[in-house]
């Protein structure tokens, strides 16, 4: 595919808020990519423009039914002023499966990447600097046909936005309370829990809310069958160590294949450490911790990179892990895979693009 | 609560299409009716304003986390020149019932009724009078608030679109063929199967597309954990007639609760006849078909009130029911259901509410 993404400079920059403001998603830069598709044509006329709100028939699909699909990936000032992402080919990758689960047309997953790039030149002194923060980038696609009839649609929009975030521990890293969801349901075999799809995160609001209203600050989710076998947290994949191996639910086509899940397994192999990805039930860490054999817990996501789990309540039990601190190896992860999204160590071969210098 | 909603007159009126060209939802009328909910201040602004484009920043939670609901309903205009709804009362709470599991606020249904009848006062020459012509209603409640955080959303806009819709039989009530869909799964019990919100239309549109392929009009769900129980069609409930009984899956958290399912129970009951609701297998369904006591099958829901099965596809096994032609019982509902809802007989006391004349 030949193409040439346009840009077009915004004529007024944005104040930028100070770092120790910024918060999660609650600020954007001062511009973002725009591709559009219509049937027939395809993906067509790749943009650079000034961030502004988009317009849309209120008969627009994605108002109505929700195809969509949506990737979270973030990007890295470094100590020596270099401009880093973490493995964004897998987040594009990433994105065309989930098109191919929502019946959305394929992407070109270069043209993708090469847009991504291009914004992040314009957007760059966007990118924040103190310690913990980042850029987080947000492409997604959305369905834009004005048609009530459910099917795909013949029109979308594939868009990138960026979003300048604090550091999601002020404090250095720390372990969550987190609740396992006996009675609600994220997804199910046959489902799209294994796509990054607007829906999921609907399913999963009720559940949140009743969560957090008990003081938990997540949900780990369990299997929609037997309500036994332990998924993913919100929106981190998780992971356990008991008895000096480590433990996470294999993908099983209703959890999504994290990015950072991915890299964690990889690091822990290269540490020698033995991995295992299997169907893991909370009976058998309810079990584990009786014995005093769990010994870590934690979430892994693009967010937080690292979440350790200092207590899960099920069924009316409190589980502390790790006397509710941070584990060491969760501390170890955290700290080596941070380091290699900074620059600051080198990690396996690819996993770190840096932004040409414009 | 006291509300008054404002009218904004369109002061250019769209041609209106010839009724032979209406289809489904691809025509909307010359108004909409918005009504705005910010945090604090609760739903406020009610407004009928000329039909036009809305416009959202691109963090709005509607494009990335789908948080949202919907409803359809239906008005027709009669013979003798009035317009009826038929039992808008049960959408709106019904919208409610959706909002409490999507975490939306509640919407007084009162005012979203009044709302609906300004707005068809407005429009009202948009109803068309063909024979099993009608104006499709879309009441809808979208996340506005522009933030990338998975949480409730502060805003929302509940907005209802109009659309005049063709005949969905032309040439008469006839048999659908349904592909009972064994690998995709659309809802499991502890989701959001019975509310009606966006995410569940968009994880039916991959095993719908494959179904078409195959030259079937809509996929039959079985439940996600056995994946044997009947739950529904795409946008319509589904009934059984065996050995002169009629049998419907029963409410069970993960099918809607379809109001044309609630008026085809009522219907037969007064018809005398024995009404099952439960949880029903596809193996009984084909036992009774090798049986030869499974008489007819139907699907149930506004846009095609009834649609007759003819044919199921299970299996690798196509079992054709009553010869592939619309049963005795499907085509008297059909004909009872619609003649009440044009006000041609009378049906149970509240069914049918007609637009006072303006
Ligand atoms: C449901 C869900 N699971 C897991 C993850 C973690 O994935 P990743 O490591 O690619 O950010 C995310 C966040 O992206 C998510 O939304
Ligand atoms: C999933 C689903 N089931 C059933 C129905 C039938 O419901 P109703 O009879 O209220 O139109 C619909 C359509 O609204 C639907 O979308």
Redesign the pocket.
């Known amino acids: 595919m030949t193409y040439t993404i346009t840009i077009e400079e915004s004529s007024s920059k944005k104040q930028k808020p100070a770092d120790h403001e910024l918060g999660f998603g609650k600020y954007y830069t001062d511009h973002m990519f725009i591709l559009d598709y219509d049937k027939g044509k395809g993906w067509h006329s790749p943009r650079v423009i000034p961030y502004q709100p988009i317009t849309l028939d209120p008969a627009a699909k994605i108002f109505h039914y929700g195809q969509s699909v949506f990737e979270?990936?973030k990007a890295y000032r470094t100590n020596d002023g270099r401009i880093l992402l973490f493995r964004p080919d897998r987040?594009f990758k990433?994105l065309n499966l989930s098109n191919a689960r929502l019946s959305i047309p394929e992407l070109d997953e270069e043209l993708a990447l090469d847009a991504l790039l291009k914004l992040l030149t314009v957007d760059q002194d966007w990118i924040p600097s103190s310690e913990g923060t980042s850029l987080y980038i947000r492409p997604f696609i959305i369905a834009t046909e004005a048609a009530l009839g459910v099917a795909p649609s013949t029109q979308y929009k594939f868009m990138i936005i960026l979003s300048p975030v604090g550091s999601y521990y002020e404090e250095g890293i720390h372990p969550v309370k987190i609740y396992v969801e006996s009675g609600y349901v994220r997804a199910v075999a046959g489902g799209v829990g294994n796509a990054?799809t607007a829906g999921?995160?609907a399913a999963g609001l009720k559940a949140q809310e009743e969560a957090s209203e008990k003081g938990y600050s997540q949900v780990l989710w369990l299997d929609g069958v037997h309500k036994q076998y332990i998924e993913?947290?919100?929106?981190?994949?998780v992971f356990f160590k008991i008895n000096g191996k480590v433990i996470t639910p294999a993908l099983n086509g209703s959890?999504?294949d994290?990015?950072?899940?991915n890299s964690i397994i990889e690091l822990l192999k290269q540490m020698g450490i033995t991995v295992e990805e299997r169907q893991i039930s909370m009976e058998e860490i309810y079990q584990a911790h009786q014995e005093g054999t769990l010994e870590e817990a934690f979430g892994?996501?693009?967010?937080a990179v690292i979440s350790p789990i200092g207590e899960l309540h099920w069924r009316d039990e409190q589980l502390i892990i790790n006397q509710g601190e941070t584990g060491e190896l969760a501390g170890k992860l955290y700290e080596t895979l941070t380091s290699i999204q900074l620059g600051r160590i080198e990690g396996p071969k690819g996993w770190v693009v840096e932004l040409p210098k414009s």
Chains 1, 2 share one sequence.
């Open positions: 979270g990936l987040n990433r990054k999921n995160y993913e947290v919100g929106s981190m994949n959890i999504l994290g990015i950072t899940r892994t996501g693009t967010a």
